[in-house]
Nanobody
Framework: VQLVESGGGLVQPGGSLRLSCVAS????????MRWYRQAPGKVRELVAG????????NYADSVKGRFTISRDNAKNTVYLQMNSLKPDDTAVYYC???????WGQGTQVTVSS
């Protein structure tokens, strides 16, 4: 089982980034997927989740209306579109498949002018 994130980087406040997470080693379409983040000195927090079917999503209050989680089961990939980024969004972002207890290695997102 493997999750590989990409798409992080440095962006100015108000900018956008799209994170990707490619999954392998399990039946991706059968499992819910989540994005978490962890800022320096803080606990890891849930950012967004998407169900295996039906497109049901959920978001942390801090990102509602700015972030969008989606998935492409044909590509075994989950995405996190992040718009209107703020300095408080700076963190390492992790992809997680709770049903198989898998975590990615993380991708750094830094929002700074």
């Amino acid at each position: 089982v493997q999750l590989v994130e990409s798409g992080g980087g440095l962006v100015q406040p108000g900018g956008s980034l799209r994170l990707s997470c490619v999954a392998s080693g399990f039946t991706f379409s059968s499992y819910a997927m989540r994005w978490y983040r962890q800022a320096p000195g803080k606990v890891r927090e849930l950012v967004a989740g998407v169900a295996s079917v039906g497109g049901i999503t959920n978001y942390a209050d801090s990102v509602k209306g700015r972030f969008t989680i989606s998935r492409d089961n044909a590509k075994n990939t989950v995405y996190l579109q992040m718009n209107s980024l703020k300095p408080d969004d700076t963190a390492v972002y992790y992809c997680h498949a709770p049903g198989v207890s898998a975590w990615g290695q993380g991708t750094q997102v830094t929002v700074s002018s």
